[in-house]
């Protein structure tokens, strides 16, 4: 089938929410291999999700109690064809509908970033179409522009903005004054929160990954029952966690050499809600102090339920949290990114390579 004849467009060089909504629609095909979801997607326009597939490999990694890198990428290999011609499925568009092709980049694992931009390459040299590259923490920001096809259009968030980039890999807090401008304004010390997570899931003899498994115990437990510490490392937009897991630790190994049983729901609900009182309150105290206009909580923390409902209860701006399905990584948001590069003339070529060390402080607007 031949490629469909695209229209010129003349796109400003700084695009408002206003001008975005009166361009032609621009679809992009998103592909997501960072760690261990293989994942492709087709958007429209930067906001409409006309489909999201994902292929997770939880079950793979749970014995390990963490992601094996090489089995990570040798499973990207294995599913990325199938995952590419499903989200294309689910969009009912061919592959020369598609206007660009937006890729991750980095952060993330070297070998599952490899295969995910090999065969956005190999696509981008077969159609001819643009490839953008894309941070895979930028996408995390933008996964609160997107609403799926069959809702009405979301209203984009305003800015200036305050975002809390919180997931497995990554806690920072990014102040965003426009499209594609960040300003990093602090970030974890040591272990992001959703590592901290795992860790003390794995302590307490919990399922991988560590988030839901914590979640699920603590619905149980009393989240005063331990007074665990909270790092608030004052003058400072910063996290650190590690004397939260340190303490956590000695209460377990205290327990244990008493012959106690431990209450495991009870510990649980309180490392939880140490974590939960730092991001919200550090959060908060950025917007107030950045007069940001919305706050943003994306990542695959923000799934987290305790989360949601102290910021949602404490903050007097208004909060946006993504849907479940777009906390974790997928490419939509990955296409939702690549949408606002395209529109700023973003396109790189075929000799890019992945940047498994890509800070979001290092990631500028296009030329």
């Not at 660009?100 to 159609?127: E, F, H, W, Y």
């Not at 930028?138 to 305050?162: C, D, G, I, K, R």
């Not at 010390?189 to 901290?196: I, T």
């Not at 003058?235 to 004397?243: C, E, N, Q, Y």
Request: aromatic share 6%.
């Amino acid at each position: 089938m031949p490629r469909r004849k695209r229209q010129p467009q003349h796109l400003p060089s700084t695009p408002t929410d206003e001008a975005v909504a009166s361009l032609p629609a621009a679809r992009l095909l998103g592909i997501e291999t960072s760690c261990d979801e293989t994942a492709a997607a087709v958007v429209e326009n930067g906001h409409v999700i006309l489909s999201n597939a994902v292929a997770t490999q939880i079950d793979l990694h749970a014995k390990y109690g963490g992601v094996f890198p090489e089995v990570a990428s040798r499973q990207h290999i294995l599913t990325i064809h199938a995952i590419i011609e499903e989200a294309l499925k689910q969009a009912h568009v061919s592959l020369q509908e598609v206007d660009a092709i937006a890729v991750t980049r980095g952060p993330g694992l070297a070998g599952s970033l490899v295969v995910g931009m090999n065969v956005a390459k190999g696509l981008a040299l077969a159609t001819g179409l643009p490839l953008i590259g894309v941070n895979h923490l930028e996408a995390h920001v933008y996964s609160a522009w997107l609403s799926p096809s069959s809702e009405m259009l979301t209203p984009p968030p305003n800015f200036p903005l305050v975002a809390l980039i919180v997931s497995g890999g990554h806690t920072e807090l990014v102040l965003m004054n426009e499209h594609l401008n960040y300003q990093r304004l602090g970030g974890t010390l040591d272990d992001a929160a959703g590592e901290a997570f795992d860790k003390i899931a794995r302590l307490l003899g919990l399922s991988y990954p560590g988030g839901p498994s914590i979640q699920k115990a603590a619905e149980e437990g009393n989240p005063h029952a331990f007074n665990f510490p909270r790092a608030w490392l004052e003058g400072s937009w910063d996290f650190s966690f590690s004397g939260l897991k340190t303490a956590v630790l000695r209460e377990v190994r205290r327990m244990e050499e008493s012959g106690r049983s431990l209450p495991i729901s009870d510990l649980a609900a309180s490392f939880q809600s140490a974590v939960v009182d730092v991001l919200v309150g550090k959060t908060l105290m950025a917007a107030q102090a950045f007069r940001a206009k919305e706050v943003l909580i994306v990542g695959g923390v923000s799934a987290n339920k305790a989360l949601r409902q102290t910021i949602e209860a404490q903050s007097t701006f208004p909060v946006r949290i993504p849907p479940l399905h777009l906390c974790t990584d997928n490419a939509a948001m990955t296409a939702a990114a690549g949408y606002f590069r395209l529109i700023q003339g973003q396109r790189d070529s075929l000799d890019i390579d992945v940047l498994p060390n890509w800070l979001l402080s290092e990631v500028m607007p296009p030329l």
